[in-house]
């Protein structure tokens, strides 16, 4: 998708690259949506939501509530056109993997020193 995409918007202005976007973020979303047992889902209960009124796919994941925003991932990878974007970004909802915060402690200001606990 990352070759068709640079193929296509070769010589292309900013429309046609926006045009493009949507195109590509619609079949994004919908390989993970097939492939993953996901379906469309269109967040407007929360206007702070970083998707809201954008579509994403959810029920992809074993985490609840998780969104895959497509056109989001498209974009960023038109804006640097980095290979392995679009697989890194549909891996990163499909195979998570949790990190610990065990080891990370808190650090506070006192008297103008940085104190761990």
């Given at each position: 998708?990352?070759?068709?995409?640079?193929?296509?918007?070769?010589?292309?202005?900013?429309?046609?690259?926006?045009?493009?976007?949507?195109?590509?973020?619609?079949?994004?979303?919908?390989?993970?949506?097939?492939?993953?047992?996901?379906?469309?889902?269109?967040?407007?209960?929360?206007?702070e939501?970083?998707?809201?009124?954008?579509?994403?796919?959810?029920?992809?994941s074993?985490?609840?509530?998780?969104?895959?925003?497509?056109?989001?991932v498209?974009?960023?990878?038109?804006?640097?056109?980095?290979?392995?974007?679009?697989?890194?970004?549909?891996?990163?909802?499909?195979?998570i993997?949790?990190?610990?915060?065990?080891?990370?402690?808190e650090?506070?200001?006192?008297?103008?020193?940085?104190?761990?606990?």
């Amino acid at each position: 998708m990352e070759n068709l995409f640079n193929l296509m918007s070769e010589n292309s202005g900013k429309d046609e690259i926006s045009s493009l976007i949507i195109s590509f973020a619609r079949h994004l979303g919908e390989l993970v949506r097939t492939n993953c047992n996901g379906k469309w889902y269109l967040p407007l209960d929360n206007e702070e939501n970083v998707n809201f009124n954008n579509p994403v796919i959810i029920g992809h994941s074993p985490i609840k509530n998780l969104e895959f925003a497509p056109i989001s991932v498209m974009r960023a990878f038109a804006l640097r056109r980095k290979p392995g974007t679009l697989k890194k970004a549909v891996d990163a909802q499909i195979h998570i993997k949790p990190i610990g915060l065990s080891d990370l402690g808190e650090e506070y200001l006192d008297n103008h020193k940085l104190v761990r606990v």
